[in-house]
């Protein structure tokens, strides 16, 4: 090999392992993101007690959480009857 083949050889080389190191830290980014979001989502469920079965979707999407989360009938206990204020 001429000394520009090898010089080509190694810098591919380097190119390659560049490239490489950059998609495993981007794997690496994306699973820690998603341990944090189950974390997240985990530790809220445990605050409310609820029984009911997370949503996949609902656990990527902050906003569709949150909805899925609303409770209305949380308080119904709390509220009294109508007819009692009269």
């Keep these: 090999m001429t000394d520009a083949q090898v010089k080509t050889w190694f810098q591919n080389r380097r190119t390659k392992w560049r490239r ?3 998609e495993e830290r981007e794997a690496e980014r994306q699973q820690a993101n998603r341990l944090m979001i189950q974390l997240q989502h985990d530790a809220f469920q445990k605050s409310l007690g609820d029984s009911m079965p997370p ?8 906003s569709l959480f949150a ?17 009692s204020l009269v």
């Design 20 to 22: 490489q190191t950059a």
């Design 55 to 62: 949503d996949p979707l609902c656990i990527h999407n902050s």
């Design 67 to 83: 909805l899925q989360n609303l409770q209305p009938w949380a308080d119904e206990g709390k509220l009294q009857p109508v007819s």
